[in-house]
């Protein structure tokens, strides 16, 4: 029962009063829920929350709030191999590529 209504439960509708006085609904926006997970592992994402100001929901690390801890250790470490011409950009996996071609271009 629960999961059947779960897509409706996360749209949000809001109502707000138009100039004339009347109240309209404007938006439906998909509510936040759930915790955030990692791009590659799909690992939960510890420190990252909805709420807050921007430096207090994701943590200050390269690819912090996509990517976790174990994840960006493993960029990092292919994109200075990649730096250092010991290994190609044609060998590396799909799902880590994006990364290691923003690494390289930081290193
Ligand atoms: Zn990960």
Request: charged letters at 35%; hydrophobic letters at 35%; one cysteine or more.
């Amino acid at each position: 029962m629960e999961s059947k209504d779960k897509s409706k439960k996360a749209m949000r509708k809001i109502n707000r009063k138009t100039t004339s006085g009347k109240s309209k609904l404007i938006a439906v926006r998909k509510e936040k829920e759930g915790t955030h997970h990692c791009a590659i592992c799909s690992a939960e994402l510890l420190g990252v929350q909805n709420s807050g100001s921007k430096s207090e929901k994701i943590p200050t690390r390269v690819f912090a709030g996509h990517l976790c801890g174990k994840c960006v250790r493993k960029v990092v470490k292919i994109a200075s191999m990649v730096k250092e011409k010991l290994e190609s950009m044609d060998n590396i996996s799909l799902k880590l590529k994006p990364y290691v071609e923003v690494m390289v271009k930081k290193l």
